[in-house]
C-alpha cells in the first residue's frame, strides 16, 4: 500500500501563484507514475500532470501547460505542482495519485491506484 497526503492549497487572487505538495509514504519502491488531478464542483475529474517517478519524463494537460510545473524529490518521496499564472478555472480540489504499473493512458484516473484526500485551491478573480 502506498499512502498519499496533500498539503499547500490555499487562496490565491488570479494570476498568483502556489505550490501543493504530495507526501508518499509505503511502499513507494511500487510507484511507477505520480501525477496531479483536479475537480471542481460539478465536474469530472480531470487530468493535470504526471511524472515517470524513476526517469522524470513529465505529462501536462494542455489547459496547464506552460503554467504549471510537476517535480518530484526521490529522496523525499515527495511530489510537487508548482502553478504559476492561475485563473479562476483553476479553482478545483486537487488530488495526488499514484500508479503502480506504466498507465497505458497518462491521464485516464482508473490506472491509478493510489489516491490522496485532496487539497482544495481557490482562485479569486
Known amino acids: 500500500q502506498v499512502q498519499l497526503e496533500e498539503s499547500g492549497g490555499g487562496l490565491v487572487q488570479a494570476g498568483g501563484s502556489l505550490r501543493v505538495s504530495c507526501a508518499a509514504s509505503?511502499?513507494?519502491?511500487?510507484?511507477?507514475?505520480m501525477g496531479w488531478f483536479r475537480q471542481a464542483p460539478g465536474k469530472e475529474r480531470e487530468f493535470v500532470a504526471a511524472v515517470r517517478w524513476n526517469t522524470g519524463v513529465t505529462y501536462y494537460a494542455e489547459s496547464v501547460k506552460g503554467r504549471f510545473t510537476i517535480s518530484r524529490d526521490n529522496a523525499k518521496n515527495t511530489l510537487y505542482l508548482q502553478m504559476n499564472s492561475l485563473k479562476p478555472e483553476d479553482t478545483a480540489v486537487y488530488y495526488c495519485?499514484?500508479?503502480?504499473?506504466?498507465?497505458?493512458?497518462?491521464?485516464?484516473?482508473?490506472?491509478?491506484?493510489?489516491w490522496g484526500q485532496g487539497t482544495q485551491v481557490t482562485v479569486s478573480s
Open positions: 509505503g511502499r513507494t519502491f511500487n510507484t511507477n507514475t
Open positions: 495519485a499514484a500508479a503502480a504499473n506504466p498507465p497505458i493512458a497518462i491521464s485516464a484516473h482508473s490506472y491509478y491506484n493510489y
